[in-house]
């Protein structure tokens, strides 16, 4: 069967406004689920509801209705009936997962950890102090959030990766509370596998829930599940947009689209490895894998290698349906238009895959995360070189930046003055307080000035 994966050609002029609406399609706005979706939610609900209506309805529930309204949508959305104390996996069950794990396993946990640790370390905030006057000192302090929510998904596949993206960085950041919510499914709340990793890594509160119940069940607390500061971690549409709905009642991370790829290649880039980059992300399913290249006839030979490719790979259907639906190979006039388009796009994940890819960083200025190198694979990042996974996607990177142990921690400024320093602040404060007529502002100055005798 013939790959029918989108071709750009930006000689065209029809060009521009092909690669605008790829981007829309992406869009956490927009309306990506799958067809069984569409069809749950007419069963549930009675109804076609958007992914937004339904978000609200589900979080309006919950908020209202507490645990009750959490295992209702557990039964209809995930088919899965629990009980109330069903709901927490026990210590048990986490040390039994714990025990039945190939040592192997644990070991690659363990070592993964240790990675994520190291870096999220080094990039840790630290307080600071100064003095930038006589009677004045100035800092600002971070301390760790108290307690926070993280959403794995567990769906389609389990997820230990994404574990370890959110988790270790909470960790390395301080959090003491960490509360991990996964779907009532066998790659989620029901996976050995994923229940080990949780236990390595030191988690005691691990709950089956999933969907946006399963969010608004983290931003307004249950019963047996409390409410948390912030919730982090990736999902499907309707994770991303209960998130949106419950941001303001705590912090979130993201407002997280379909997992995207954009791939820069010039004539060292070897068609195998550029197309086993374009499905790894597009096994995602959905996920949007995009070829920028200038190299006359590469397109041709990648698309060669990703037919090939698919027709061996187990999760091949899935990555051709992606492919087909939000991927593109596109023909640049140039290495300079690549760069321009790359920069469009804001992707998540930003491939290099050139020659001399350093001297490309400079002039790369909106991505998530970029790989740098032909022998660099998207998987390293996504499974364990150190920085987290988690990261903006659908052109978010313009303004976003991936999940890191710093988002875990919240910011003080600290000041204090002496007499000499009030005395030296006070008569701009005073013209300011003046000139917004808020005389009490004032008063708090010259009252403390008054009392030390100085005008």
């Not at 567990?154 to 301080?174: F, K, W």
């Not at 999933?210 to 999902?235: F, R, S, T």
Request: hydrophobic share 45%; net charge negative; with cysteine.
């Amino acid at each position: 069967m013939s790959l029918k994966i989108r071709r750009i050609d930006c000689t065209r002029d029809d060009a521009r406004e092909a690669i605008a609406a790829l981007r829309r399609e992406l869009s956490p706005r927009g309306n990506v689920v799958s067809p069984e979706s569409r069809a749950r939610t007419v069963a549930v609900f009675g109804e076609p509801l958007s992914p937004l209506q339904v978000v609200e309805r589900i979080c309006d529930h919950v908020a209202t209705r507490g645990l009750e309204a959490v295992l209702d949508y557990t039964r209809k959305l995930d088919q899965v009936a629990l009980k109330p104390g069903e709901v927490r996996v026990s210590a048990d069950e986490l040390d039994a997962a714990h025990r039945g794990a190939a040592p192997e396993y644990l070991a690659t946990i363990a070592r993964i950890r240790e990675n994520v640790l190291t870096y999220q370390r080094a990039i840790l905030n630290r307080d600071v102090h100064i003095e930038p006057k006589p009677g004045l000192k100035l800092g600002l302090r971070y301390t760790p959030l108290r307690r926070v929510g993280v959403c794995i998904p567990g769906g389609a596949a389990a997820y230990p990766s994404t574990l370890l993206m959110t988790v270790v960085p909470a960790q390395a950041a301080g959090v003491r509370e960490i509360a991990v919510v996964v779907p009532p499914t066998k790659f989620g709340g029901y996976n050995p596998e994923l229940l080990a990793a949780c236990r390595e890594l030191g988690v005691t509160e691990v709950h089956r829930v999933g969907g946006a119940q399963a969010v608004a069940a983290l931003a307004y607390g249950v019963e047996g599940i409390a409410a948390v500061d912030k919730i982090v971690g990736p999902g499907n549409l309707f994770v991303a947009l209960a998130k949106k709905h419950v941001y303001g009642e705590v912090d979130i991370d993201s407002i997280a689209g379909p997992s995207e790829v954009v791939l820069i290649a010039d004539a060292s880039a070897d068609p195998r490895f550029i197309a086993a980059d374009l499905i790894s992300q597009a096994e995602h399913s959905p996920g949007a894998s995009i070829l920028l290249t200038w190299i006359p006839g590469l397109v041709e030979r990648v698309q060669a290698a990703l037919e090939d490719q698919l027709a061996k790979l187990s999760r091949g259907d899935l990555a051709r349906d992606s492919l087909e639906r939000f991927g593109a190979l596109i023909d640049c006039r140039d290495e300079e238009q690549a760069v321009t388009l790359s920069n469009l796009f804001a992707p998540e994940h930003l491939h290099v895959s050139t020659a001399d890819p350093e001297r490309l960083v400079p002039a790369l200025t909106v991505a998530g995360a970029i790989f740098l190198g032909n022998l660099t694979p998207v998987a390293l990042g996504d499974y364990a070189a150190g920085p987290s996974h988690v990261l903006p996607t659908s052109g978010t990177a313009r303004w976003a930046s991936g999940l890191s142990a710093n988002d875990f921690l919240r910011r003080s400024s600290l000041i204090a003055v002496d007499e000499r320093g009030l005395a030296e602040l006070a008569p701009d404060v005073r013209r300011l307080a003046d000139v917004e007529g808020l005389t009490a502002h004032r008063w708090s100055v010259d009252v403390r000035l008054e009392k030390a005798g100085r005008p």
